[in-house]
């Protein structure tokens, strides 16, 4: 099993709708986990962390279920400045190394008018 | 705000040709990265440097080397390179906390390898 793995995509969604991300991860023992954004051919970005309890930032909501080791991220009300590709990123926390985040290959959303 | 700065932007190698990509932070940042980034492939770690005088292999170090210069700067070198190294790299730091996860990444350098 991948240590990250996510839908590839594309996902083709029209203006308005909502549309959700999931992610798996591999190491049970992650502690830290977030959502980048990656516009083509730019530098990723980090658009959210995502904490146990769940987390919203505007029309941004992320989930983290601990025990099946998935993360999700719904956008709601999508608009066209949502099109980028959606990089799942985890900390495996292994001992304590400080240097390796995971990141997955992205999932690439689309919004058409 | 520069934020972090990667030169060059783009390269066009030989095979067996060197060169070094230049990455400075102006964010008083402890920690610095080197990724590459491959179709199908996503962000791959090469080496980080989690405070300044340390450098520490990644998931891909093979071919690379690095220098922590100073706090602010880390190179990456390409000694002997090859088409397999053709990609677009990431310069990134961080403050690092155990969870913070927050990367500030440069513009990216692409590279092509003949």
Same mark, same amino acid.
């Given at each position: %099993?991948?240590?990250?793995?996510?839908?590839?995509?594309?996902?083709?969604?029209?203006?308005?709708?909502?549309?959700?991300?999931? $992610?798996?991860?591999?190491?049970?023992?992650?502690?830290?986990?977030?959502?980048?954004?990656?516009? $083509? +051919? &730019?530098?990723? &970005?980090?658009?959210?962390?995502?904490?146990? =309890?769940?987390?919203?930032?505007? +029309?941004? #909501?992320?989930?983290?279920?601990?025990?099946?080791?998935? !993360?999700?991220?719904? !956008?709601?009300?999508?608009?066209?400045?949502? =099109?980028?590709?959606?990089?799942?990123?985890?900390?495996?926390?292994?001992?304590? =190394?400080?240097?390796?985040? !995971?990141?997955?290959?992205?999932?690439?959303?689309?919004? &058409?008018? | 705000?520069?934020?972090?700065?990667?030169?060059?932007?783009?390269?066009?190698?030989?095979?067996?040709?060197?060169?070094?990509?230049?990455?400075?932070?102006?964010?008083?940042?402890?920690?610095?990265?080197? /990724? +590459?980034?491959?179709?199908?492939?996503?962000? +791959?770690? !090469?080496? /980080?440097?989690?405070?300044?005088? #340390?450098?520490? &292999?990644?998931?891909?170090?093979?071919?690379?080397?690095?220098?922590?210069?100073?706090? %602010?700067?880390?190179?990456?070198?390409?000694?002997?390179?090859?088409?397999?190294?053709?990609?677009?790299?990431? $310069?990134?730091?961080?403050?690092?906390?155990?969870?913070?996860?927050?990367?500030?990444?440069?513009?990216?350098?692409?590279?092509?390898?003949?």
């Amino acid at each position: %099993r991948k240590e990250v793995e996510q839908d590839p995509g594309p996902f083709n969604v029209p203006e308005g709708a909502t549309v959700a991300f999931n $992610c798996t991860y591999s190491n049970s023992a992650s502690q830290s986990f977030f959502w980048y954004r990656q516009d $083509c +051919r &730019k530098e990723p &970005k980090l658009l959210m962390s995502v904490y146990s =309890s769940g987390n919203e930032d505007g +029309r941004f #909501t992320a989930q983290l279920n601990r025990a099946s080791q998935y !993360i999700s991220l719904l !956008i709601r009300d999508s608009k066209l400045s949502d =099109s980028a590709t959606y990089l799942c990123v985890v900390n495996p926390n292994y001992g304590g =190394s400080q240097g390796n985040l !995971i990141f997955g290959k992205g999932t690439k959303l689309s919004v &058409k008018p | 705000n520069a934020g972090v700065t990667q030169t060059p932007k783009f390269q066009v190698l030989k095979t067996g040709q060197s060169m070094t990509l230049q990455c400075a932070q102006d964010m008083n940042h402890n920690s610095m990265y080197w /990724y +590459r980034q491959d179709p199908g492939m996503g962000l +791959r770690l !090469i080496y /980080y440097s989690a405070s300044e005088g #340390t450098t520490d &292999k990644g998931e891909v170090p093979n071919g690379y080397n690095v220098s922590r210069l100073n706090k %602010r700067e880390f190179s990456l070198r390409l000694e002997s390179a090859a088409p397999s190294q053709t990609s677009v790299y990431f $310069c990134a730091s961080s403050m690092w906390t155990a969870n913070t996860g927050e990367l500030f990444f440069g513009e990216g350098s692409r590279l092509t390898v003949l």
